[in-house]
């Protein structure tokens, strides 16, 4: 049987059309007609999510997968996603899902309640919003994350941060954490290899962290379209200014996938030199990831340099940090428990 959720922040128009205004696209669908993002329908003048409670990935996962280095390490979080997306990144990972139709994909139907059932029943103490787009699933994320943080669950996001600002204000009342993807640092590669903006992304971020939400970063190193030194000398000095030096960073390699399977896996030394760029932009915790890294993904003390978190992969092989401090008794930024 389908199922159907009317959606939030749309408003009605003449003729049976309707205007999403979920998302920057602000997509005009006439009637029996979908949104770019594929999931969202107008029936007879009312607009509804055709992915509600019908998330087609489901996992559990370590923390230190989404990735989020400072919220709760070692912990298990239960990770779900839908079909669709309102970006179509040519690089995207997990396209099969994220650019499909949601009548396209097999999902299975998991209601509020028993999605947080099982998070409880796993060990979980956190539910992730992951894989495709959360902000395409945004109702069924927000009666998840109600009920979740009513039975004492937390709440993160992996995300794009392509949302409009009365959506994501609403959410931000049940979000712990988020994990925001800055794919780049110009307008030139979001409409060029997204399909979107960077503006309405960096207004997101800077409400996230406004907000008091545990904030990390994410940046996608690409081969030829985003690894010019200074434009990530630009981004680091952006994130400083804005976020504050302890907002975590993470530069992540991109391999070869849907349609930039001609361009390289990003070369290990080009994230080194990222890495490079940040610290001496002042930014306290940065991470490289998806290669190889030993000491580059591990966490250290920005007043001491101790070692504080040491991680193999999704592992954490120590964790030094005790009530939040280093042993020399600084704070150490993030959520510990």
Request: overall charge positive; hydrophobic content about 35%.
């Amino acid at each position: 049987m389908e199922k159907l959720k009317e959606c939030m922040f749309y408003e009605k128009l003449n003729n049976k059309k309707v205007r999403c205004n979920l998302c920057p696209m602000h997509c005009l669908i006439a009637d029996r007609k979908k949104g770019n993002c594929k999931t969202r329908e107008n029936r007879d003048g009312t607009l509804y999510s055709l992915v509600y409670a019908s998330p087609c990935s489901i996992a559990i996962d370590p923390m230190e997968k989404k990735p989020l280095y400072h919220f709760m390490p070692g912990s298990s979080v239960y990770s779900l996603g839908t079909a669709g997306c309102n970006l179509h990144c040519k690089f995207c990972q997990n396209w099969t899902t994220s650019q499909a139709m949601p009548e396209d994909v097999e999902s299975i139907n998991l209601t509020p309640e028993e999605l947080v059932d099982k998070a409880i029943h796993y060990g979980c103490n956190t539910i992730a919003y992951t894989y495709n787009e959360p902000i395409i699933f945004y109702e069924y994320v927000l009666d998840c994350a109600k009920l979740a943080k009513k039975r004492g669950l937390k709440n993160v996001i992996i995300c794009n941060g392509f949302i409009n600002p009365e959506p994501l204000k609403l959410w931000c009342r049940y979000i712990d954490a988020a994990n925001i993807d800055l794919k780049a640092f110009t307008d030139k590669f979001y409409k060029e290899v997204t399909g979107a903006w960077i503006k309405p992304v960096l207004e997101t971020i800077k409400t996230i962290k406004k907000k008091g939400i545990w904030l990390e970063i994410t940046n996608l190193i690409i081969p030829t379209l985003n690894d010019k030194l200074p434009e990530i000398q630009q981004m680091c000095s952006w994130i400083k200014e804005n976020l504050g030096a302890t907002t975590p960073l993470h530069f992540t390699a991109f391999y070869p996938c849907y349609k930039l399977i001609d361009l390289p896996p990003t070369p290990k030394e080009i994230l080194l030199q990222a890495k490079s760029i940040a610290d001496k932009a002042g930014l306290k915790y940065v991470y490289v990831g998806n290669v190889p890294a030993e000491k580059e993904s591990n966490t250290y003390c920005p007043k001491c340099r101790k070692l504080l978190i040491e991680r193999g992969l999704f592992n954490i092989i120590q964790n030094n940090i005790k009530n939040g401090k280093c042993s020399c008794g600084y704070d150490v930024d993030g959520v510990w428990r």
